[in-house]
């Protein structure tokens, strides 16, 4: 089973903030780092290679969710970055999935690099069933629309979903054991929830069966993120003393 290392989401605003993560957790396993909107609006490109360039993967994180041509000329420039995953809604529908994943491996090709692999997310970690069904107006169950979402993604050729920890073993059952389940929602105990609804400690999600943890505030917004960081990332592997 695939088990990528931590990815840190780098949800900061600036690029002083960036570089002083990058510093902290350039030692021994190193995270996975995930450009979200926040830094990608604000500095573009330049804010992946400033990443790529200290050496560290990129998970670039747009969440994308248009019509199926937008979407496929976006993927078309994201799939040029050489950034490793990279996400779409899976809301956005089957032809959109797929013009997405094309779009990806033309950049890709033009490049001349390894394409991305492509996430879908299914339903964000801060909805629970009673927003899905009181402001969504979705009348089947969490469980049931992440699995659906899954099939779908499966089927337009996606590597993987992003969900919560929660539902790895309920998409594995629709989907088998070798389509990615990245896991973000990770709470160590001792932490607060947040906006996250789904949330699962790293030893949970390593024992549900997790491919990758995302974990952004319990890391960036603490006094010490080295000792954070490893801490989570030895629960997630089980390297514990
Ligand atoms: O369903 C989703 C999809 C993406 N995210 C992203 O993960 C991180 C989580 O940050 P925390 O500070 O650990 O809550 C953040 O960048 C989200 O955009 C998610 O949380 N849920």
């Known amino acids: 089973m695939i088990r990528l290392t931590p990815i840190v989401a780098l949800d900061v605003a600036d690029l002083t903030q960036v570089a002083t993560l990058l510093d902290q957790l350039s030692v ?67 032809e959109m999935l797929t013009a997405g994943k094309r779009g990806l491996k033309a950049g890709a090709r033009q490049a001349g690099i390894e394409p991305a692999k492509l996430l879908a997310i299914t339903q964000l970690t801060s909805i629970d069933d009673r927003i899905l069904h009181e402001q969504q107006h979705i009348s089947i169950s969490l469980n049931e629309s992440v699995q659906e979402y899954a099939k779908l993604s499966q089927t337009a050729g996606l590597a ?22 990245i896991t973000p929602g990770i709470r160590p105990f001792t932490a607060q929830q947040d906006d996250q609804k789904r949330v699962v400690t790293p030893t949970k999600a390593r024992q549900l069966g997790s491919n990758g943890i995302v974990v952004g505030r319990p890391i960036t917004q603490v006094n010490d993120p080295k000792k954070a960081y490893y801490q989570i990332a030895a629960e997630f592997t089980e390297e514990q003393k």
């Open 160 to 181: 993987g979903v992003v969900c919560s920890a929660k539902e790895v073993t309920l998409i594995r059952q629709v989907v088998g054991p070798s389509f990615l389940c």
């Open 28 to 94: 021994g396993p190193r995270p996975i780092f995930k450009i979200g909107m926040e830094l990608f609006y604000h500095y573009g490109p330049d804010v992946v290679k400033q990443v790529q360039r200290a050496g560290f993967d990129v998970f670039l994180d747009l969440k994308l969710h248009d019509i199926p041509n937008t979407v496929e000329r976006a993927m078309t420039v994201i799939g040029a970055l050489g950034v490793k995953l990279t996400t779409i809604h899976a809301a956005g529908g089957l």
